[in-house]
């Protein structure tokens, strides 16, 4: 039992690291009453970003690209939706449509059709002495990638700004009365560009770490809708850090289910393994809607 629990164990905190990333950047941005539906983009540019930048200054250079192609789609997202105040659906599923043609095209015109073979340094497990010998969990837990470790404390962290800082509560009340926000003197353009940018710079990490942590090379469209599962993740946690990081383990627990389902030999259709994930999720995301309550401006014209 033991030797299944572990690989289980591995595999859900593995699939749920890129969502929890995606998905606590966009928990920034739907603080502030916006929504970006082309986080889905940012995480596709950041994958790619990640594969330019290791194939020139190795893992560092390609968690860098990752963060650089994240933040060049939330800058977009920014200008046409505080600058030239188009709205924010559709400027969100333009960007997404943008980033597949885009890295499309860069991939075969920079790597050729051979492209697919190509692989990129990636980011081995980094045991913690002590904790990552502990049975059953330590293996799962604690011999994972710098990046994993990275989300860890990012959830909490981010719990902990919103809560108990002047700037955490400042981007919660614009989220609920921008009116009132500049009443206070509060620069809620300003503040939302931020969220914006780092929600996009979160995105394109998690796109890095989908390259450098576990594929260790590039594919076409390998986001995979990560990006609008992630959207999915932030109501399910019901916009609060700690929330959405157990909603991205929700999720990589079904996505490891769906594994081990596969590994046992059960004599199904793929697709329905393929689909078991987002059946669950949408299974947990319709129970939550009712209790769950958004921001007050979130998706109102700006």
């Given at each position: 039992?033991?030797?299944?629990?572990?690989?289980?164990?591995?595999?859900?905190?593995?699939?749920?690291?890129?969502?929890?990333?995606a998905?606590?950047?966009?928990?920034?941005?739907?603080?502030?009453?916006?929504?970006?539906i082309?986080?889905?983009?940012?995480?596709?540019?950041?994958?790619?970003g990640?594969?330019a930048?290791?194939?020139?200054?190795?893992?560092?250079?390609?968690?860098?690209?990752?963060?650089?192609?994240?933040?060049?789609?939330?800058?977009?997202?920014?200008?046409?939706?505080?600058?030239?105040?188009?709205?924010?659906?559709?400027?969100?599923m333009?960007?997404?449509?943008?980033?597949?043609?885009?890295?499309?095209?860069?991939?075969?015109?920079?790597?050729?059709?051979?492209?697919?073979?190509?692989?990129?340094?990636?980011?081995?497990?980094?045991?913690?002495?002590?904790?990552?010998?502990?049975p059953?969990?330590?293996?799962?837990?604690?011999?994972?990638?710098?990046?994993?470790?990275?989300?860890?404390?990012?959830?909490?962290?981010?719990?902990?700004?919103?809560?108990?800082?002047?700037?955490?509560?400042?981007?919660?009340?614009?989220?609920?009365?921008?009116?009132?926000?500049?009443?206070?003197?509060?620069?809620?353009?300003?503040?939302?560009?931020?969220?914006?940018?780092?929600?996009?710079?979160?995105?394109?990490?998690?796109?890095?770490?989908?390259?450098?942590?576990?594929?260790?090379?590039?594919?076409?469209?390998?986001?995979?809708?990560r990006?609008?599962?992630?959207?999915?993740?932030?109501?399910?946690?019901?916009?609060?850090?700690?929330?959405?990081?157990?909603?991205?383990?929700l999720?990589?627990?079904?996505?490891?289910?769906?594994?081990?389902?596969?590994?046992?030999?059960?004599?199904?259709?793929?697709?329905?393994?393929l689909?078991?994930?987002y059946?669950?999720?949408?299974?947990?995301?319709?129970?939550?809607?009712?209790?769950?309550?958004?921001?007050?401006?979130?998706?109102?014209?700006?």
């Amino acid at each position: 039992m033991t030797d299944a629990i572990t690989p289980f164990l591995a595999a859900t905190i593995r699939t749920a690291t890129p969502l929890a990333l995606a998905a606590l950047g966009e928990l920034l941005v739907e603080r502030t009453g916006l929504i970006n539906i082309g986080l889905e983009g940012a995480v596709l540019a950041g994958a790619f970003g990640a594969l330019a930048g290791a194939s020139l200054g190795g893992v560092a250079g390609g968690y860098a690209g990752a963060m650089v192609g994240g933040l060049l789609v939330a800058a977009l997202f920014a200008l046409c939706v505080l600058v030239l105040r188009a709205d924010q659906i559709i400027t969100g599923m333009a960007l997404t449509l943008l980033a597949v043609g885009a890295t499309g095209t860069m991939y075969r015109a920079v790597y050729g059709t051979a492209g697919a073979a190509l692989h990129a340094p990636t980011s081995g497990p980094w045991a913690i002495p002590g904790l990552a010998s502990i049975p059953v969990v330590g293996e799962a837990l604690f011999d994972q990638p710098i990046v994993t470790y990275i989300t860890y404390l990012l959830a909490p962290a981010l719990a902990w700004w919103l809560a108990r800082t002047h700037g955490g509560l400042a981007l919660r009340a614009i989220g609920e009365r921008p009116d009132a926000a500049v009443a206070a003197g509060i620069a809620v353009r300003k503040v939302r560009a931020l969220a914006i940018l780092a929600g996009g710079l979160l995105g394109g990490l998690a796109g890095g770490t989908l390259v450098l942590a576990q594929a260790g090379t590039f594919v076409e469209n390998m986001s995979a809708g990560r990006g609008f599962i992630a959207l999915a993740i932030v109501v399910l946690g019901r916009w609060r850090p700690l929330g959405v990081a157990l909603g991205a383990l929700l999720f990589g627990a079904a996505s490891a289910l769906q594994f081990a389902f596969q590994a046992m030999g059960w004599a199904a259709p793929y697709q329905l393994f393929l689909a078991a994930p987002y059946l669950l999720t949408l299974a947990a995301l319709a129970g939550a809607m009712g209790r769950a309550r958004a921001p007050a401006a979130l998706g109102r014209p700006i």
